[in-house]
């Protein structure tokens, strides 16, 4: 071995070392020797390094897993030999400072097996047993090989290749016939040996029964022997765990249901008469954990087996039925459990039942009586625990509600269950709580809240009208809403409240005489005006909600409110040292909307509310010239930094007061649109601005998206000037998010803005081409995949242009451009990695097809299609990323089918002639990419089959003359 490469395994060693060592890695691996040094090296023992252990082996790993099967019949029983030595000289070792090496090595053995078993190294679990007798050392490297090989052939979470899968099937079904007993001969002679001297070998033992029992014989496992030991150890401190586990392997068993449920009850049986179960309240929490999990896979056992029998209308299906109820003790007491983790256990055998439940088409007394007792359950393991930090979340907390979570989609099985008790029986505790809740327990008032707020997702279409099928659910949302609740010292109640208020809006449509009472309550110190700062901030955007979902019902309220929340209008800026900082400028932008909405919901007459809505906006514009003129003349960049970043502000303060507003009509009934092209006029000047273009043109743009909904028609006049300065030496990212506005413009006011659009459109192609072709670094990700933005953000401008029938917009643009263009939208049919943009381009190129197929409208273009269009729909299958098992990968081929559609009937006369010529150059496993297809025709091209028809006989036709050729 090279020593000095050898010396970059010392973690103090430097760099150059490191990869000294690499190298000579790379250089053993691909050696024609260098496994069998490595591993003379290893079994030797030369080197008592772990480092250095683990590397040979790592090599050795290499060659078994790329090179051994290769190998001559000589070199492998070498290696065989030199292993089985290896686990010979561990005799008299210990293996408890080698734990990642032996399992490495254990491994290696597993792939061997892998690679010989049966066929080259039929003795090899002979060899195996073989080495029992040298030592507790052996013994336990034979149970490690035993997990490992386990792993490869049966764990489900390993994904296997069809021919793994048979070649484990056959290991499998070999060591059944040959050897299987033997090892479970040589799990009971090691338990009997280890089960007072050596617990922890005993433990590793009883995993391996427990891996193994899932696919041979249950006969060896499941008998009086093997049961009676493990019982044994069920009373045995440090076995009982892995007993435990043991057992529920064993019931977890594919069995058929017959047996399985007679195996079930004959070991609950002697459990329970060995005071095993149910275990005692002060009894350790690991041992009560896995027992829970005992009984929720026996539990989720039973359910299994059930169903089938009651598939096959098996009479035996009433005694699986009747073992699973005298087990339903067992599981309320696990679920019961103060123990989250304990409680968590038994989940899936409490969501199993009431599936059962589901099942039955009434609810029995019986059953009643369970349900009620597992919603009682739910309930009470929904509160928060006393020891619960709010002020600051650690992983206990985060624990706990992920468990939350869970106990949710319980509590949601049973409320589908049965709708009418669960609500009687939240209606009963709400009333019970919230009648005295600054005495009750916060973790009381809480959980009563939570389970109102539940039932909104839970109860089927709950609404409050008279013919409502839950008319519980109006009670219900009365008590909550003049309760008070939003006055508990618990930010946690608070915020519930309103959650619920909004949840259940539609309440407020049939009792009306109590919005104002709902409204109010957002408005003082315990909502808006709260201490704590996120209670604040989701009561804003709650409130805005609460306005817009209910703003026809504000009118008696609406000017009360609006003078209520005046002082959180005002706004805080670089200039005033933030006055009052009470209000985030998020929560803010939340007001202002609201603030709208409500002088909509005031009913006044137009010039009143224009009024209104000016005394609003009015402010935010003085105050952004104020800036825009201290910007133009600050030199501090610090300064110049939050005068920028309080201007995006103002603009967006903007933007979101015109959400009040969903269409032009809305803001014309208003009469507000004179206010808002004023504040357009005033927020346009900063695009003069030199600094923080990007900050500042990324506010002004989504101005621009909102006005293009609400103004309209009026917000033309503006349209040239924005856009030419929002062009004007704009960078790259400036001009992808540029294109998502002017493909709004298009798509918006179509004709009346095509001749600009005809000015503008190659400008911006140009520009867009220029950052495309400039250079960039191949290693940088960042760079490539902002340039695959622009792409898209390109073939999505194309392709607006093109569907809002601006077609004649491309075709002003010149022959040499116009071509330019449209071998852009062939290059990303092919080329373009990505099928959602493939399936873009080809619809372009049909549509244009459509428009210009008939040779007049636009010369050449009939040649283009033979040249560019037609190969495109056979070459762009033939790419590696066009994966035909991803859905929209297949989008974008029938998106292909469309286009040849499209073509042939235009050029039906000599589309024939020319699709013979293509396939004559087309390759072959091109052509075959669409005959691949003709058995499925009717199921992936039904709606152009005629078409794809033609194609494929040609295809035919071309892969036969291939064929003759060949």
């Not at 010039?607 to 133009?632: G, I, N, W």
């Amino acid at each position: 071995m090279d020593e000095a490469a050898l010396r970059g395994l010392d973690p103090t060693s430097g760099s150059q070392a490191k990869q000294d060592l690499l190298t000579y890695f790379e250089q053993l691996k691909t050696s024609s020797n260098g496994w069998l040094l490595c591993a003379q090296t290893f079994v030797r023992n030369v080197y008592s390094d772990q480092y250095v252990q683990f590397f040979l082996v790592q090599v050795i790993e290499h060659h078994i897993r790329n090179r051994h099967s290769c190998c001559h019949q000589v070199e492998q029983v070498k290696l065989r030999q030199l292993m089985l030595t290896w686990i010979e000289n561990q005799a008299s070792v210990s293996l408890k400072q080698k734990g990642v090496v032996v399992r490495k090595v254990s491994q290696l053995f597993a792939l061997l097996l892998l690679a010989d078993y049966p066929e080259n190294w039929p003795t090899f679990f002979a060899d195996l047993l073989h080495s029992l007798h040298l030592g507790i050392s052996c013994i336990e490297l034979y149970l490690r090989i035993l997990l490992a090989i386990d792993e490869e052939i049966t764990d489900r979470d390993v994904v296997h290749t069809p021919a793994e899968m048979a070649r484990n099937v056959l290991i499998k079904d070999t060591m059944r016939e040959q050897c299987v007993p033997q090892l479970v001969d040589s799990w009971l002679q090691i338990l009997e040996m280890t089960e007072e001297t050596n617990h922890e070998l005993a433990c590793l033992c009883l995993d391996v029964v427990g891996k193994y029992v899932s696919w041979i014989d249950i006969n060896l496992v499941a008998n009086d022997k093997v049961v009676g030991m493990l019982l044994r150890y069920l009373t045995v401190e440090n076995l009982r765990e892995s007993a435990t586990d043991c057992l529920h392997d064993i019931v977890s068993k594919g069995m058929d249901p017959i047996p399985k449920t007679k195996l079930i009850e004959s070991l609950v049986k002697l459990l329970q008469d060995s005071k095993i179960l149910p275990p005692a309240e002060d009894e350790d929490v690991d041992f009560v954990a896995k027992l829970a999990n005992f009984v929720n896979g026996m539990g989720m056992a039973l359910v299994s087996s059930w169903n089938k029998l009651v598939k096959a209308d098996d009479p035996a299906a009433d005694e699986t039925l009747a073992a699973l109820k005298s087990k339903l003790p067992l599981m309320f007491r696990f679920l019961g459990d103060e123990d989250d983790d304990i409680s968590q256990s038994v989940f899936g055998f409490a969501h199993s039942y009431v599936a059962i439940l589901k099942s039955h088409a009434a609810i029995s007394e019986e059953h009643c009586h369970i349900f009620c007792g597992l919603l009682s359950l739910v309930i009470r393991k929904l509160r928060y625990d006393e020891s619960y930090n709010f002020e600051s979340e650690g992983e206990d907390e985060v624990m706990f509600l992920n468990y939350r979570k869970q106990l949710k989609v319980l509590f949601e099985n049973l409320v589908q269950l049965n709708p009418h008790r669960c609500l009687t029986t939240v209606h009963d505790l709400v009333v019970r709580v919230l009648s005295n809740f600054q005495q009750c327990p916060f973790s009381d008032v809480e959980v009563a809240l939570r389970l109102v707020y539940l039932l909104g997702e839970t109860v089927p279409a709950p609404h409050f009208g008279a013919d409502s099928k839950f008319p519980e659910m109006k009670a219900l949302v009365s008590t909550v809403v003049t309760s008070q609740a939003f006055c508990h010292a618990h930010r946690e109640v608070v915020l519930l409240y309103y959650e619920i208020l909004v949840r259940y809006e539609k309440f407020f449509n049939h009792e009306p005489q109590l919005l104002p009472v709902a409204v109010a309550s957002f408005l003082d110190e315990h909502g808006l005006r709260n201490p704590h700062s996120h209670v604040r901030s989701r009561c804003t955007y709650l409130f805005t909600r609460f306005v817009k979902l209910l703003r026809a019902h504000l009118h008696p309220v609406a000017h009360e409110v609006l003078k209520r929340i005046q002082d959180l209008l005002v706004l805080s800026s670089p200039d005033n040292g933030y006055p009052h900082g009470l209000i985030s400028i998020d929560d803010q932008m939340f007001l202002y909307e609201a603030a709208a909405v409500l002088i909509m919901s005031t009913g006044l007459p137009q010039d009143k509310q224009l009024a209104m809505m000016k005394s609003l906006m009015t402010p935010v514009l003085e105050r952004f010239e104020s800036s825009l003129a201290m910007l133009r003349t600050v030199q501090s960049d610090a300064i110049q930094q939050q005068l920028a970043e309080f201007i995006h502000n103002l603009i967006a303060l903007g933007s979101r007061t015109s959400k009040a507003f969903s269409t032009h009509q809305t803001m014309q009934l208003c009469g507000c649109t004179e206010c808002f092209t004023e504040a357009l006029s005033v927020f346009l000047k900063v695009l003069n601005v030199p600094v923080h273009r990007e900050l500042l043109h990324s506010a002004v743009r989504q101005f621009l998206h909102r006005m293009i909904v609400c103004l309209g028609e009026d917000l033309l006049p503006f349209i040239p000037v924005a856009v030419s300065h929002l062009l004007k030496d704009c960078g790259q990212r400036d001009l992808q998010e540029f294109i998502p506005l002017f493909n709004q413009l298009i798509a918006k006011f179509k004709a009346a803005i095509q001749p600009f659009v005809s000015q503008i459109f190659m400008p911006v192609v140009q520009s867009i081409f220029s950052f495309l072709g400039s250079e960039i670094d191949k290693c940088d990700l960042f760079a490539e995949k902002e340039r695959q933005s622009l792409q898209k953000s390109y073939f999505s401008f194309v392709n607006v242009l093109i569907m809002n029938s601006f077609s004649q917009v491309i075709a002003d643009q010149g022959l040499e451009n116009t071509h330019q263009i449209l071998t852009t939208l062939v290059q990303g049919a092919v080329d373009f990695p990505d099928p959602p943009t493939q399936k873009t381009c080809f619809a372009c190129l049909r549509r244009l097809v459509e428009v210009w197929g008939d040779g007049q409208t636009l010369a050449g273009f009939d040649n283009f299609i033979y040249d560019g269009i037609v190969p495109a729909c056979f070459l762009a299958p033939m790419k590696s990323t066009f994966d035909l098992r991803d859905a929209q990968t297949v989008i974008a081929l029938g998106e292909t089918g469309q286009t040849m559609k499209e073509v042939l009937s235009k050029r039906v006369s000599d589309m024939n002639r020319r699709l013979i010529c293509v396939s004559c150059i087309c390759p072959l496993r091109v052509l075959n990419v669409y005959t691949f297809f003709k058995p499925n025709i009717s199921h992936h091209f039904n709606c152009h089959k005629t078409a794809f028809m033609n194609i494929f006989n040609i295809c035919s036709i071309a892969i036969r003359r291939h064929s003759r050729l060949s």
